[in-house]
């Protein structure tokens, strides 16, 4: 793994923790009471939702470098 593709994904995982505070004050201004069992699962989804895109961006790359993604000619 290349230190650039460490850089972007400490990014990502800084951008997610940013958005979730900034979720989680807005909910407090607005006097929700949210549990310890919702804490988790709220945070869990952010991480899971980050971790699948960013698979599937990966994959996505990765086929398309390695030519899974081009056209054969009938005539090959």
């Given at each position: 793994?290349?230190?650039?593709l460490?850089?972007?994904?400490?990014?990502?995982?800084a951008?997610?923790?940013?958005?979730?505070?900034?979720?989680?004050?807005?909910?407090?201004?607005?006097?929700?009471?949210?549990?310890?069992?919702?804490?988790?699962?709220?945070?869990?989804?952010?991480?899971?939702?980050?971790?699948?895109?960013?698979?599937?961006f990966?994959?996505?790359?990765?086929?398309?470098?390695?030519?899974?993604?081009?056209?054969?000619?009938?005539?090959?």
């Amino acid at each position: 793994m290349s230190l650039r593709l460490v850089f972007w994904i400490l990014g990502a995982f800084a951008a997610l923790g940013l958005i979730l505070w900034g979720i989680t004050y807005l909910w407090e201004g607005l006097g929700s009471d949210v549990s310890g069992h919702g804490w988790f699962a709220y945070i869990l989804g952010g991480v899971m939702t980050l971790g699948l895109s960013f698979g599937l961006f990966l994959l996505t790359f990765h086929s398309a470098r390695h030519g899974h993604d081009d056209i054969d000619t009938p005539g090959k």
